[in-house]
C-alpha cells in the first residue's frame, strides 16, 4: 500500500461500537496530531461515510461543512479515497491518500479489494 499511497494511507478494521480492534495509521503525525486535538473523528466526513456506507468513494465526493478533507489536504493528504467493508456491527474502514492525482478506477477496485482481504483475514482476531 505504500507504494501507491506515497502520503500515506489508514486502516480501521472490524470497528465494533465506534472502535476498531485493528488500528494502523501512516499519515504525518503532524496531522494525526491536529486530527486528535480537535476531536474531528466525530465529523469527518469519511468515517461517517465509512460508517454508514460499504463500497467506496473519493473524498472529492464528499460534503465537507467543516472543512476536515481541506484541512487534510493542507497537510498534504490529497487524493482521497475510503473503503468499507463488512456488516455494521463489524466494520473496517480504510482511507488512501498520494500526491500524484486521483487513483484511477482500477486503482480504487485493487484497494477495494485489499481492504476487503485484510477484512477477511483478521476476522477471528475481532473476537479478542
Known amino acids: 500500500m ?3 499511497c506515497d502520503t500515506g494511507f489508514a486502516l480501521a478494521l472490524h ?7 485493528i488500528l494502523y495509521r501512516t499519515y504525518p503525525q503532524k496531522w494525526l496530531d491536529h486530527y486528535s486535538e480537535h ?36 497537510f498534504g493528504l490529497r487524493n482521497g479515497l475510503t473503503c ?7 466494520r473496517s474502514i480504510s482511507g488512501f491518500t498520494r500526491s500524484s ?5 482500477s486503482e ?10 485484510l477484512h ?5 482476531l475481532s473476537d479478542l
Open 15 to 21: 470497528i465494533r461500537f465506534t472502535r476498531p480492534n
Open 39 to 74: 476531536g474531528m473523528m466525530i465529523e469527518d466526513p469519511v468515517v461517517l461515510w465509512g460508517l454508514r456506507e460499504t463500497g467506496m468513494v473519493r473524498w472529492a465526493d464528499l460534503p465537507d461543512p467543516l472543512g476536515i478533507v481541506s484541512q487534510a489536504e493542507a
Open 2 to 4: 505504500s507504494a501507491i
Open 108 to 117: 480504487a477496485e485493487h484497494l477495494l479489494a485489499l481492504t476487503q482481504r
Open 120 to 124: 477477511d483475514m483478521t476476522e477471528n
Open 84 to 90: 468499507s467493508v463488512g456488516p455494521n456491527s463489524s
Open 101 to 105: 492525482g486521483p487513483f484511477s478506477d
